[in-house]
């Protein structure tokens, strides 16, 4: 049986309310797994509200102790990488502060993983809009490198021919899916550095594990739930939305020129210009 470790940045985590962390760490205690193979890293990127109290005041009688760190805010790319680098079980899993892990998240993971050892595991989500309605999202026909990647591009030994290959299946979230800690923690992430600070968001972070990752597997398991607020970064059509753009493109470039990968000048264009390029979010 593997260990999970599952990773929450958090910054305002009360900003939907008490109800909603509460729901989002619930969803990890009741996990139908052995409690003794989970740890739950917790990071508190600066918040200003009273997020940290509340976390204390679970923590007290949680039946897996939150493992909490709590600094100054240095925005979603510094977390993440701080998280990977405090995980220490086999697995990790990435959970945002308002979504939900389904109940037998672990349990697929794990069952899959036993059978084929992998870099990862990618399963399918529910979505949740703002009135509560539940549908299925089918992760893999909504699949990141399919829509933005052409069968022309198949060339050497990265773009392959072979359209099945798994890797180009991978939708662009980090969520949904559990990575070998051993895999994310061997990537340099110093290419996705942008005047001193790491500057991705889930598009980006996904494209770089994806060159790298060399086994995943696919489960039909619904294994996440994600909850679209009108109020997240996902859906501000503010100026911030240009600057943040125009950031997360030098970053994305940068990739493709460290990297010396075919064709990149028009892979880049590629996918700086793709649909999926704005359906980020931060928190």
């Known amino acids: ?35 003794t193979k989970i740890e739950i890293i917790i990071i508190n990127d600066g918040s200003i509200d009273n997020t940290l109290q509340f976390i204390e005041k679970y923590n007290k009688t949680s039946t897996i102790p939150l493992k909490v760190i709590s600094r100054e805010n240095k925005g979603i790319a510094d977390t ?3 998280l990977i680098q405090n995980a220490s079980n086999d697995y990790i899993v990435f959970l945002e502060c308002d979504d939900e892990l389904a109940p037998d ?19 399918n989500s529910y979505d949740v809009d703002g009135n509560g309605k539940m549908k ?3 992760t893999f026909f909504n699949s990141l490198f399919n829509k933005i990647f052409k069968p022309a591009d198949y060339d050497g030994e990265l773009f ?9 299946r991978f939708n662009n979230c980090y969520w949904g899916k559990c990575y070998s800690t051993k895999f994310l923690k ?16 889930d598009f980006i972070f996904i494209l770089y594990v994806a060159l790298f990752v060399t086994s995943i597997n696919e489960i039909k398991a619904f294994t996440y739930i994600y909850y679209w ?5 996902s859906h501000d059509k503010s100026d911030s939305w240009d600057k943040y753009e125009s950031t997360t493109k030098k ?33």
């Open 136 to 138: 299925k999202r089918n």
């Open 160 to 168: 392959r021919k072979d359209r099945e290959n798994i890797k180009w």
């Open 1 to 35: 049986m593997f260990s999970f470790s599952i990773l929450i940045p958090i910054y305002n985590g009360l900003k939907q309310g008490e109800a909603i962390l509460k729901r989002c760490f619930d969803s990890v205690i009741n996990q139908k797994y052995d409690k």
């Open 186 to 201: 061997s990537l340099d992430y110093s290419g996705l550095i942008n005047n001193g600070k790491y500057t991705y968001d």
């Open 229 to 233: 607020y009108q109020n997240s970064v």
């Open 251 to 283: 970053v994305a470039k940068n990739i493709f020129r460290k990297e010396n990968f075919p064709n990149k000048e028009k892979l880049f264009k590629q996918v700086v210009k793709s649909k999926n390029f704005r359906k980020t979010k931060l928190y």
């Open 105 to 123: 998240t672990l349990l697929n993971y794990n069952v899959s993983l036993e059978k084929y050892p992998a870099d990862c595991v990618h399963g």
């Open 80 to 82: 993440r990488i701080e």
